[in-house]
Structures are given as structure tokens and as C-alpha cells.
T-cell receptor
Framework: DAMVIQNPRYQVTQFGKPVTLSCSQT?????MYWYQQKSSQAPKLLFH???????NEADTPDNFQSRRPNTSFCFLDIRSPGLGDAAMYLC???????????????FGDGTRLSIL | AQTVTQSQPEMSVQEAETVTLSCTYD???????LFWYKQPPSRQMILVIR??????QNATENRFSVNFQKAAKSFSLKISDSQLGDAAMYFC??????????????FGKGTLLTVNP
């Protein structure tokens, strides 16, 4: 089945040690998103790619970066994780939404990141 | 800025009964979309139902239906004949396709639904 796959499901890293989370998709969608979801909170959009065009949310910390080497893959890099970055990170994809139409987002299972 | 409010952190329902989850939102846009997403314990977020603001008719998907009140900015989800598999966190979400933010979903804080056998 076509889907959004996130690896790993659980990731543990040390305070300040860079970590990379990965997302792949078989849906051939041209938009990919990264959300941060802290415990008992709503998912919060960090950034998205429209094809190779990177779009950062205004309140996303500089500590968070992303790469999209091709249509299928997108990575979330956290350069120096702090304790406050412990969260579930959700990847999602969609087709290009138009000005007057919406395309639903398809989510992966998420990666739960713990910081020691 | 758009906001989405879910006033019920937790709800419970008996199996086979009906439950309604509440959602209100604030926006100055006239054209937008509203969604209910389900996030089961396995954590994959799944789209349950969506509503286009320009449509007066309430969306329905099998046992799931919405009560969309545009003037009141209210968007509730009704689950009929509740099943054990409906137990999950439910998020209400908003998207406006105009104004350069057409990619962004704004989520409420969620309602945790428990289904009792």
C-alpha cells in the first residue's frame, strides 16, 4: 500500500548530540511536512517542502533543519537537541493544494524522540 | 491568527451509543476547510472527515457526521454506533487555502475518546 513511512519509531539521543529523523513516501506527493507534537498537545507545523522549495514557519527554532534530496525522502535534523525538544515528530504529505481547493494530508506513524 | 478550540479534553461513550465532540474556531477568512483527524494509540493520524466552508450541507462518512455552523464558527463531530476501534485522540483542524498559508493545518488540542464495552 502507498504510505508515509517514518524511521525509526523511537529515537533516543543525548543532550546536544545531533540527530536525524527520516521520512519516506510512496504516494508521489509533492508536498512534505514536519510537525512537532509534544505530550498532550496539538501537532505544530515546523516547516514544509513544496517540491524542493523549503518553507519555514516563523516560530520554528533555528535548531531545526530539513533536507529533501528527492521526491520520496525528507529528513529532519536537530542540530543540538535540548530537553524541550523531546516530542513526537510527525511527517505528512499531500498533493499541491490550490488557491481554492485543499488536499488532505497523509501522516506517518511518527518518531518519538527522547533526550537524555 | 486562526485558532481552533476543543473544549473537551476527554470524552467517553458506551459501545453502540452516539457521542458528539465539540470544536470551535476563529477566523476572518470566508473560504476555508475544516477537518477531523483521528489519532489511535498507534499514533498514525488518519483523516476522518472534512468540510468545505462554502458548502451548506454537512459532511457525512458512514458513522461519522459533522454539524457545521458557519455563523457560530462551530464544527462538531458526531460518531454514531460507537465501536471499540473508535477509541482515539480526535483533533479538529482548520486550513485556509488563501493568503499564502494554504499548506498549514492548525490543530486544536484534541479530545481523547474512550469507548466502554
Amino acid at each position: 500500500d502507498a504510505m508515509v513511512i517514518q524511521n525509526p519509531r523511537y529515537q533516543v539521543t543525548q543532550f546536544g548530540k545531533p540527530v536525524t529523523l527520516s521520512c519516506s513516501q510512496t504516494l508521489n506527493h509533492n508536498v512534505m511536512y514536519w510537525y512537532q507534537q509534544k505530550s498532550s498537545q496539538a501537532p505544530k507545523l515546523l516547516f514544509h517542502y513544496y517540491d524542493k522549495d523549503f518553507n519555514n514557519e516563523a516560530d520554528t527554532p533555528d535548531n531545526f533543519q530539513s533536507r529533501r534530496p528527492n521526491t520520496s525522502f525528507c529528513f529532519l535534523d536537530i542540530r543540538s537537541p535540548g530537553l524541550g525538544d523531546a516530542a513526537m515528530y510527525l511527517c505528512a504529505t499531500s498533493r499541491q493544494p490550490g488557491q481554492f481547493n485543499n488536499q488532505p494530508q497523509h501522516f506517518g506513524d511518527g518518531t518519538r524522540l527522547s533526550i537524555l | 491568527a486562526q485558532t481552533v478550540t476543543q473544549s473537551q479534553p476527554e470524552m467517553s461513550v458506551q459501545e453502540a451509543e452516539t457521542v458528539t465532540l465539540s470544536c470551535t474556531y476563529d477566523t476572518s477568512e470566508s473560504d476555508y476547510y475544516l477537518f477531523w483527524y483521528k489519532q489511535p494509540p498507534s499514533r498514525q493520524m488518519i483523516l476522518v472527515i472534512r468540510q468545505e466552508a462554502y458548502k451548506q450541507q454537512n459532511a457525512t462518512e458512514n458513522r461519522f457526521s459533522v454539524n457545521f455552523q458557519k455563523a457560530a464558527k462551530s464544527f462538531s463531530l458526531k460518531i454514531s454506533d460507537s465501536q471499540l476501534g473508535d477509541a482515539a485522540m480526535y483533533f479538529c483542524a482548520y486550513n485556509a487555502p488563501s493568503g499564502g498559508s494554504n499548506y498549514k493545518l492548525t490543530f486544536g488540542k484534541g479530545t481523547l475518546l474512550t469507548v466502554n464495552p
